[in-house]
């Protein structure tokens, strides 16, 4: 009964809380508040309003600590006995990250982390690997990191024996097999495909430029070319300068006794011959000026903003307070980022804000807000008056305790098991922070004073130093954002692979190439014919492993193109034009992304029939190369720059187009297609191909497309190439 009270009184507590928290979030929370005094209970020992309930103080936080061992290599061993269930963790953090990378293969300690565990051990390959350890129920798992590279393990205690020798065996002998490194690089290029394709993505990444500097390890990116340039012999060569006993921190945390697993340990590791040390990386920090700076994303209708200035590291003597002053005033729904910006000015979708912390290098400051386009500069300067009215006076007392309460109490789950605080001090072994840093936390944040939160709010936030980011649709904001301030605009291109190529660029027209382009011309009917065409309906059946999928296709040249593809799930319409891109099933409609976009926008610029039309055009050059065989057939090569869209054609004796190259990025990033084409027929006059063959290299095979039907000039319906309106 005692037990269903206190359950009772608990969740009334919790209910009232909340209420309370809705209630206080109608004032201005910059106003001074205090804390709501205890009314007096009717009936001696019934509590009849949630303050009467006596909520104890936080016992004294006292976790587990760890045996810590330093072996005659150098190797710092944590070990922590927990005997809860029959299971064994392990983790090593290894010196050296990508913080240290070269700035040309930018990306290869990425590669190295997943390579590592992929690519298996020189004995078992990573697919064996796999059947090893799923046999066990155990995982074991690499990664690379900003500052170190990692390694871990998880099991069953009777299987630790078998999983630990696995486990040294690819610290020692990795063997970094070409078809993962492979399948590594594709799989990084399809994300450098994607990166533009939303706002919070490309936020995130021109913060970090912003923040720390444009050639700072710690904001580059990898790129097509940093990837392709990273070779296994790279991933050899950075584990054996890297992978030593001396650079690394090893804990274990499981069902053990831990004199045993010493010894275990000893004999594990102990004959291992210590290596170079590693030595810190010498990072540049150079921010880009304060100012306006901004990235034209025109498929969107709401802006991304971030404002971003250097923070501080976890050692600073400020620290607390900055947790405090960061939990009042951007770090939840009570927060007064929230409470002025979302609930009561309806600026907002998301906003936070806080001054970041490194453990050996300054984290960020960064306030962040999504908006609609239209509040974007009038949410700027919320951002901006928040900041001012966080400055001028100290926080209540209510807010002092909601986010005192909200730290701490979120904080202890952070290390609520023996392996979290066994996992925090190899972090603090790591970077040389004191082992008693987490008893620190609790304590430093509990003297953190009103005074305190006033002080480094004034100390640590100046409008004047904040690189103002926005991410949005330029043309629904542009005029009143300049009102702020002169703009920078970001160029967010993702370079391919041949941009710094010192290859020279074709700066007009061959006579060779015009010739070959025109005879081109001829071969499909002459140029009356070929500039008279407007318009292209086609049918068109597509093969590729098996399956068949009929395509509808209308062109409306220059810059229109619209596809009905047969699906198993129902049609999916796909419209691409010089001002829209999107693509459409039943009720659902969404933009294409920006790299597909721009892929068909390329496509309908190297169409053959739109580059002949263009054949006097400045902008389409045309460059006659060597003689080449395609099949039977003798073929003059021609390089074609369609309007910046390059191309490569093979033209036959005869002025038939036989087989064309280009190279686009996909979503698995650069491919370089080669397309033939054959079986010419007469469409109303217009010579036109009908089997394409189109081969990339990759693992998806061939793609053979075969044209069933084709209509010359007929009507198409402008609204098909309008967006639908979603219900």
Known sequence: MRTKLWMAAMSAALLLGSMQGQEATKNDATKKETAPKAAP??????????????????????????????????MVVFMTENHELPLLSGSAMIRGGSDSEPADKTGLVEMYGATWRTGGTEKLSGDQLDDYLEARAAKLETGGGEDSTSISFNCLKGDFSDVLGIFVELLRNPAFREDKLALAKKQMNSSISRRNDETEEIASMQQDLLGYGRKSAYAVVPEYATVAAVTREDLLQWHKKHVSPNNIIFGVAGDFDAKEMEATLRKAFGEWPKGEAVAPAKVTIAPEKPGIYLVDKNDVNQSEVRMIALGIEKKNPDYFALQVMNEIFGGGFSSRLFSNLRTKAGLAYSVSGRVGSGWDHPGLTVLEIGTKSETTTEAIRGLWQQVDELKKSAPSEVEMKRAKDAILNSFIFNFDTPSKVLKEQEIYEFYGYPSNFLEQYRA??????????????????????????????????????????????????????????????????????????????????????????????????????????????????????????????????????????????????????????????????????????????????????????????????????????????WVGADGKLLQEQYSEVGQQGPATLTMKYSEWKSFDGLQYPTKYEVASGGPGGAVTMTLDAMQVNATVDPKLFEKPQQP
């Not at 004047?464 to 160029?491: C, M, R, W, Y």
């Not at 027209?509 to 008279?532: L, P, Q, W």
């Not at 049609?571 to 999107?582: G, H, I, R, Y």
């Open 444 to 649: 430093g944040v509990e003297k953190v004073t009103p005074a305190d939160v006033q002080r480094v709010s004034n100390k640590y936030l100046h409008k004047e130093e904040f690189k103002v980011l926005v991410v949005g649709n330029a043309s629904e904001f542009e005029k009143q954002l300049a009102e702020l301030g002169p703009i920078t605009p970001i160029d967010i291109t993702i370079p391919t692979p041949d941009t710094k190529s010192d290859k020279a660029k074709p700066t007009g027209s061959t006579a060779e190439g015009k010739a070959a382009v025109a005879r081109v011309m001829e071969a499909m009917g002459g140029a009356a014919k070929v500039n008279s065409v407007k318009t292209l309906h086609q049918n068109i059946s597509l093969s590729q492993q098996g399956q068949d999928i009929k395509i509808d296709q209308s062109i409306v040249y220059p810059d229109k193109l619209a596809q009905k593809i047969a699906l198993p799930q129902g049609e999916l319409l796909q419209v691409v034009t010089s001002t829209a891109a999107f693509m459409a099933m039943g009720p659902q409609v969404r933009d294409l992304p920006p790299s597909q976009r721009a892929r068909e926008t390329d496509g309908m610029k190297r169409d053959f029939l739109n580059v002949l039309q263009h054949i006097n055009d400045p902008k389409f050059t045309f460059t006659a190369g060597n003689k080449e065989k395609i099949g039977d057939s003798e073929a003059t090569v021609v390089e074609v720059n369609a309007e910046g869209s390059e191309t490569r054609w």
């Open 41 to 74: 209970a009717t009936t001696p020992g019934v509590a009849t309003n949630w303050q009467q309930v006596a909520i104890p103080a936080l016992p004294p936080f006292k976790p587990q600590q760890p045996k810590r061992i330093v072996l005659a290599n150098g």
